[in-house]
């Protein structure tokens, strides 16, 4: 088991609505990113929060926005869902860039 | 665009044999890979990692292969045991940012 949490584990939500989801680092570690897992692919990187400030971005529309805090926990924000939205959200902590990353279980998104 | 992919998606194999798992990229600034075992339901699990100024690494029961003229990776994955099913990732990271560009799995079964 890694220190990282992850919450909700499972949220259901409607085309167009919003939904914010959460992630806790472990200790130690003031690097974040956020990847979404389609059913049957690899992640898909979203984005990285390094000391609050955004630090990398893959190929996400800016409907999907992120904030980090001081205690470097991390909220990951998808405004205007759609159906594609449906995925696995997962959060990876690591203590820096360049070293090892560690995933939390993941937040299960269903858009209907 | 370049990726990272994994030359077989299913590997079954007997209980107590070896394991070899594969994976090319494409990128040949990438300097980090991770490997990752993901189990039905839960996030990627770290198993080990490797820089791009090394051609092996041994960790307990697994080691990784970096063949940096082919630009090709493999897991090896000693007396496969039943708890070692579940589709694993290779992950490539191609700049200092730890965003992580991963490939569509492998699923590894193994039959008792």
């Known amino acids: 088991e890694t220190g990282v949490t992850q919450s909700p584990t499972h949220l259901i939500k409607t085309r167009g609505q919003q939904v914010t989801l959460r992630c806790s680092s472990q200790s130690g570690h003031n690097t974040v990113s956020w990847y979404q897992q389609a059913l049957g692919q690899g992640p898909q990187f979203i984005f990285q929060?390094?000391?609050?400030?955004?630090?990398g971005r893959g190929n996400f529309p800016p409907r999907f926005s992120g904030l980090q805090f001081p205690n470097y926990s991390s909220e990951l924000n998808v405004n205007a869902l759609e159906l594609d939205d449906s995925a696995l959200y997962l959060c990876?902590?690591?203590?820096?860039?360049?070293?090892?990353?560690?995933f939390g279980p993941g937040t299960r998104l269903t858009v209907t | 665009g370049e990726s990272v992919g994994l030359h077989l998606p299913t590997l079954s194999v007997q209980e107590g044999d070896n394991s070899i798992i594969n994976c090319a990229y494409s990128n040949s600034a990438s300097d980090y890979f991770i490997w990752y075992k993901q189990e039905s339901g839960k996030g990627p699990q770290f198993i080990i990692d490797?820089?791009?100024?090394?051609d092996k690494r041994q960790g307990q029961r697994v080691t990784v292969l970096l063949n940096k003229t082919v630009k090709h990776l493999s897991l090896q994955i000693a007396a496969t045991q039943p708890g070692d099913s579940a589709v694993y990732f290779c992950?490539?990271?191609?700049?200092?940012?730890?965003?992580?560009?991963f490939g569509s799995g492998t699923k590894l079964n193994v039959k008792p």
């Open positions: 929060y390094y000391r609050e400030e955004e630090n």
């Open positions: 990876a902590s690591s203590a820096a860039a360049g070293y090892e990353q560690y």
């Open positions: 992950a490539e990271n191609r700049d200092n940012f730890n965003k992580f560009y």
């Open positions: 490797i820089r791009s100024n090394m």
